[in-house]
């Protein structure tokens, strides 16, 4: 972390309990990223926590949320637009306040990436970080959601494990997507994932 940022939690309520914002506003940011948790994990899922400090080294102010049902200590996730309510007063709250002037990245891990694309344009994000997109569910792949991809109109970044059971997206017009090895974990090679982060957040902020 660098010398010159400050890390706070801060809770802010949403219309389905309080969320909590783990932020590290670096002095002189030229821009935030905000991003969200899988559906069954936390913000200490390891490639979160790697693309913060990308973020930060890029002289970015950051938060990683989470989510209302975290908060009150539960496991199975809120359905979708209780997920999308939330993220949406979330990124509302530090837009006007925390990160208030700065243009913002949204994104997150797998269920936090699907939240950060539907809510894309109610957020007024200027790109869109996925790690680990879950484009269907393992061995289901005529369920996609690709449309939660397609429908985003600003940039987008996928980080895809080569072995991922939930599937592959493809890339699109405003959306690059990276391939690395390993599976939805996204731990096989940081170093690939650490440089596909680094040079996309570098063209958007």
């Known amino acids: 972390m660098p010398a010159t940022s400050t890390a706070t939690v801060i809770e802010i309520d949403t219309p389905h309990g309080p969320a909590r914002a783990h932020v590290t506003k670096v002095r002189g940011a030229r821009g ?15 490639d979160l926590a790697l693309a913060a400090e990308v973020a930060r080294a890029e002289k970015l102010s950051v938060a990683l949320i989470e989510q209302p049902y975290r908060v009150a200590g539960r496991r199975s996730p809120a359905p979708a637009p209780q997920l999308d ?46 790690l680990a997109f879950p484009l269907h569910p393992p061995g289901r792949p005529a369920a996609t959601r690709q449309d939660e991809l397609d429908g985003v109109t600003v940039p987008v970044l996928v980080v895809q494990g080569a072995s991922d059971p939930f599937g592959m997206p493809a890339p699109g017009p405003s959306r690059s997507v990276v391939t690395v090895a390993g599976n939805h974990s996204l731990r096989s090679d940081r170093e690939a994932v650490r440089t596909a982060v680094r040079e996309w957040l570098s063209q958007v902020l």
Request: proline share 2%; hydrophobic share 50%.
């Open 32 to 46: 935030a990223v905000v991003l969200g948790h899988g559906a069954g994990g936390g913000v200490g899922a390891p």
């Open 85 to 130: 309510a939330a993220w949406i007063a979330v990124v509302a709250y530090l837009r006007t306040k925390t990160f208030k002037g700065l243009a913002v990245v949204c994104g997150g891990r797998s269920s936090g990436a699907r939240v950060a694309c539907r809510t894309a344009s109610d957020t007024g994000a200027v790109g869109v970080l996925c």
